[in-house]
């Protein structure tokens, strides 16, 4: 399986940052065997975002993350990008505005007035077809679109904001077209009190460990917990490794 990152950032196109979570992600689809064969950087333009997912698409890629940062310019380009790219009309979608709206209502600056702006409004507007997605951004949703055999997912660039709905997307699409096969999977509870960055605890095992993958399930019993897969062709390899994977979490969560 083959997919391409397209990443909306004018800071690294001026030089001003070169941290744009590409090494995540790119380490997020390394761990479920998807390839990454481009990745590449575009301005806040809409026509050069669409013109990217168009080439993308062509190339029978599989899997093509839009990826932006979630202020008006940027996000306005990633929405209109995908649009554009794929022939759709970028209209208000009802789903994305109830996750719009219940994130704003429940912020401390959040009124029934203020819900019903412009602003809001643009957040929740998601190409005809698409599937608004829940992320952790303030008011943001991201969505998902299936173009063809391509299925195109757009989210913040925010690593932790963004991570369990790529994690969801991207696990649901490699099951799907691979089967299930030999898969092993284990769940590994974290401490009550917490630990701290959970995900870059995750991303740190999954580069020591290539073929696992490692996902943050929702709170059971006020805990937090790890699921951790691996999916070889053999299913003996797929046990030991992910046993080995338990191990080395276990052994940094008490360190921590």
Known sequence: MRSE????????????????????????????????????LVD?????????????????????????????SCWSAAQGGVAKAT?????????????????????????????????????AR??????????????????????????????????????????SELLMMVRKRKGRGPLFEAALALPEQGIEEPITLAEDVMANFPGIYIRMLPKTGGRERFQISADLPDGNQSRKLVELAVRDLKAKISMG
């Open 44 to 72: 806040t333009v809409q026509a050069a975002v669409a013109a990217e997912i168009r080439r993308a698409v062509m190339a029978g890629t599989d899997f093509v993350v839009v990826t932006s940062r979630t202020d008006q």
């Open 126 to 167: 998601i190409p005809v077809g698409g599937r608004p997605l829940k992320t952790d951004a303030m008011d943001t949703p991201g969505f998902v679109l299936e173009q063809g055999s391509t299925k195109i997912l757009c989210i913040p660039s925010e690593p932790e904001l963004a991570v369990k709905a790529f994690d």
């Open 5 to 40: 990152i397209i990443a909306i950032c004018p800071e690294v196109l001026k030089a001003l940052n070169t941290d744009f979570c590409l090494w995540r992600m790119t380490l997020r689809l390394k761990g479920l065997g998807v390839e990454l064969v481009r990745a590449v």
């Open 87 to 123: 022939g759709k009309d970028l209209l208000l979608n009802p789903g994305a505005r109830e996750i719009v709206l219940e994130r704003f209502m429940a912020a401390e600056y959040g009124s029934k007035e203020g819900a019903g702006s412009d602003g809001l409004r643009a957040l």
